[in-house]
């Protein structure tokens, strides 16, 4: 079961920026951290959550259904 923490603002920030700019490079540029920041905080939601939110096509990132419902 995920914990607020879990689902702390700053992580779903960090998703919903990797939505939009459909990257996570894109994201952390956006957001100004590093990449490896973005990655940490997308394994942890994702693990919270206990589904993957992401699908990756190349360099390319797309919302799952899961992706998609918690962004909306």
Same mark, same amino acid.
């Given at each position: ?10 992580? !779903?920030?960090?998703? +919903? +920026? ?5 990257? #996570? ?19 942890? !939601?994702?693990?919270? /959550?206990?589904?993957? /939110? !992401? !699908? #990756?096509?190349?360099?390319?990132? /797309? ?6 419902? /918690?962004?909306?």
């Amino acid at each position: 079961m995920a914990t607020p923490a879990d689902l702390s603002m700053t992580r !779903l920030r960090i998703f +919903a +920026a990797v939505v939009e700019q459909r990257g #996570y490079t894109a994201a952390a540029r956006s957001i100004g951290v590093s990449q490896a920041t973005v990655s940490f905080h997308m394994r942890a !939601l994702e693990h919270a /959550l206990g589904t993957g /939110l !992401l !699908l #990756y096509q190349g360099r390319r990132v /797309l919302p799952t259904p899961a992706g998609e419902a /918690l962004y909306g």
